[in-house]
């Protein structure tokens, strides 16, 4: 059974930092793209970022310089905010899936979602 589950949301001031963790398990992590979406309220599924196996990372263009992907130990990724402001409020969800270069911000190219965390961030 593949599982993906977020932690580390939370509330933060504007301008703070969070560290957010997905652990992975049931399907081999080295092979899959894995990534992190947003959700906030009224909006569509937005693209965060995206970490190849190759260790090559993809970014939305909102998030760009401000937040930074990783893989951890095995089965782990990370997402690494800063500087936040209030429009990044929103539910973040880890993802992971066969997704290639021209659909890294797709989420349909994720087959497998967890149940998301919510960070808040006031101005």
């Known amino acids: 059974q593949v599982q993906l589950v977020e932690s580390g949301g939370g509330l933060v001031e504007a301008g703070g930092s969070l560290r957010l963790s997905c652990a992975v398990s049931?399907?081999?992590?080295?092979?899959?793209?894995v990534g992190w979406f947003r959700q906030a309220p009224g909006k569509e599924r937005e693209f965060v970022g995206s970490i190849f196996r190759t260790s090559r990372t993809y970014y939305g263009d909102v998030v760009k310089g401000r937040f930074t992907i990783s893989r951890g130990n095995v089965g782990t990724m990370y997402l690494e905010m800063h500087t936040l402001r209030p429009e990044d409020t929103a539910v973040y969800y880890c993802a992971a899936g066969r997704a290639i270069l021209s659909t890294v911000g797709n989420p349909d190219a994720y087959q497998y979602w967890g149940q998301g965390t919510q960070v808040t961030v006031s101005s």
């Open positions: 049931g399907i081999t992590f080295s092979n899959y793209a």
